[in-house]
């Protein structure tokens, strides 16, 4: 069992940043792809981003609305992937979630992903 919890929401304004990090537990953190999710006000959940370390290699994928602006990381010794969010833009707004996938080399689809923080919230004001 995997449990994750998400920190670094908040306010910010247009062209600021903010640090997401998802603490999890559990021994097998390096085993699982790690993705961030987030649910717009109104709308459905959408992919973020998404860090797998297989074999070795690290792969990262990222939603082309926030590539070149948001970079995922993770630290396997500290069981915690972070979501590093520059240029923030008001559609960024959202409730992002962090998620954790036992399969996979991209995940990219919420079914992917076997486990899920409850949220933080991020506000990016124009």
């Known amino acids: 069992q995997v449990q994750l919890v998400e920190s670094g929401g908040g306010l910010v304004q247009a062209g600021g940043s903010l640090r997401l990090s998802c603490a999890a537990s559990?021994?097998?953190?390096?085993?699982?792809?790690m993705g961030w999710f987030r649910q717009p006000p109104g709308k459905e959940r959408e992919f973020v981003a998404a860090?797998?370390?297989?074999?070795?290699?690290?792969?990262?994928t990222y939603a082309d609305t926030v590539k070149g602006r948001f970079t995922i990381s993770r630290d396997n010794a500290k069981n915690t992937v972070y979501l590093q969010m520059n240029s923030l833009k008001p559609e960024d707004t959202a409730v992002y979630y962090c998620a954790a996938a036992q399969f996979g080399v991209r995940p990219i689809a919420p079914s992917e992903y076997e486990h899920w923080g409850q949220g933080t919230q991020v506000t990016v004001s124009s």
């Open positions: 860090i797998a370390w297989r074999d070795g290699l690290t792969y990262r």
């Open positions: 559990g021994r097998t953190f390096s085993n699982y792809a």
